[in-house]
Structure formats: structure tokens, C-alpha cells
């Protein structure tokens, strides 16, 4: 399958690229420095661009089968590459005819909001990170509203490595015994899967240990 991955550099974006290429899959990394991926692969192309330029984004989808969305911001807390990125992606596969988009957002976005405890709801999500989760929440309406054959994926808290605990899958809202934690390189697993695995189509699916 051909990919196109966007915020390919970023700390989850690099791992889902190198995880879809083990997989078999043709990837291609999407980034404003699309170098800094430093991955050598005959399976890997490097697209240069921003996702907040519709025109860059639209030029990079041509040809491809699928589409993954990592993107981010950083350090920044009042970015919006996420909702304004996911507009330009879902524009430019609507325009190229790609069908698959996988979409990474975060936990407690709309109704995984029950699973969170009171640091994320109050502390992280309702003070520090309050206009990134909005971003996210705006991302989410818009890959729903998109027409496409897309995917939400929902990871708690990232750390490295693996978190302890099992991975809990598919979480419904009710669940609370999580302890909102789970690797990165777990959601890049979770990520690539999605690509040949269509259980979850048209869902939001929340990853947690």
C-alpha cells in the first residue's frame, strides 16, 4: 500500500513511518524538513511541505491509497495545524479521490472525555493543553464530516517505551481503571495497523494501558 504521512517528524509520526515501512508498505513522509526523519529505505519518499498550505498538501496526496495524520505542534499551545492541517488533507483526498484516512487525535476527546481523571480533565486539558484539546476536538469533527473511510485514533498520555499494564483497546466511555498512559511507538503500532485492518472504519477507538 502506498502512505502518505503527515508530521512525519514528529515524536509518534517517525515511529508510525518506520513501523508502516517493517509492514511492506511505501511511505511517504510529509514534513516541513522531511529530512530530519533520518530513515534510509527504498521504500521511503520525502515530501517538503506545510500542512497549513493547501496547495503543498494537495500536490503531495496524488497517487497515494492511504493517508495517516500525526500532526502536531510542539512546544506551541496555541497552534492550529491540527483542525487547519486536517481540512487542507481532507480537501486534497476528496480532490485526488483517496478514500483512507487514519487520524490520530487524543483521549477524552468528545465522548472519551469520561475516561479521564481529574488531572487531564482539569489541570492538562482544562488549563495547560486547553487550545490544543480544542484543536483536537475540531480535528475529530472534521474527518467525521468528511465523507471519507476514515479512522480515529485516541492515545492516552504518551511515554517511552512500553507502559505498564495491559493495552486496553476500544475503550468504552464508562471505563475509568486506566492509567491513561500507553508507548509511543505502541500508537505507531496501533496507527499501521489500521491500514489493512477495518474493524474500527467510521469509529473513534481510544488506546490506553
Not at 84 to 113: F, K, P
Not at 118 to 129: D, P, Q, T, V
Amino acid at each position: 500500500m502506498k502512505v502518505i504521512v503527515f508530521g512525519a517528524t514528529g515524536t509518534v509520526g517517525k515511529l508510525a513511518v518506520e513501523a508502516m515501512l517493517d509492514a511492506g508498505h511505501h511511505v511517504t513522509a510529509f514534513a516541513r524538513t522531511p529530512a530530519r526523519i533520518g530513515l534510509d529505505d527504498p521504500n521511503l519518499s520525502l515530501a517538503a511541505g506545510d500542512a497549513l498550505n493547501e496547495g503543498d498538501v494537495a500536490d503531495a496526496l496524488a497517487g497515494h491509497d492511504a493517508v495517516v495524520i500525526t500532526l502536531g505542534s510542539g512546544m506551541s499551545r496555541k497552534s492550529v495545524i491540527r483542525s487547519r492541517g486536517t481540512m487542507n488533507v481532507i480537501r486534497g483526498m476528496q480532490r485526488h479521490g483517496v478514500r483512507r484516512l487514519i487520524c490520530q487525535s487524543t483521549l477524552g476527546a468528545h465522548e472519551s472525555w469520561s475516561n479521564l481523571n481529574f488531572y487531564w480533565k482539569r489541570i492538562m486539558f482544562g488549563a495547560l493543553l486547553r487550545p490544543v484539546f480544542k484543536d483536537h476536538e475540531l480535528q475529530e469533527q472534521l474527518v467525521r464530516a468528511s465523507g471519507l473511510d476514515w479512522t480515529i485514533v485516541r492515545p492516552a498520555g504518551f511515554t517511552d517505551g512500553v507502559a505498564a499494564g495491559v493495552l486496553h483497546e476500544d475503550i468504552a466511555p464508562t471505563e475509568r481503571r486506566l492509567s491513561l498512559k500507553i508507548g509511543r511507538r505502541e500508537v505507531a503500532d496501533f496507527l499501521t495497523r489500521q491500514l489493512t485492518d477495518r474493524r474500527y472504519s467510521h469509529r473513534a477507538v481510544g488506546i490506553s494501558h
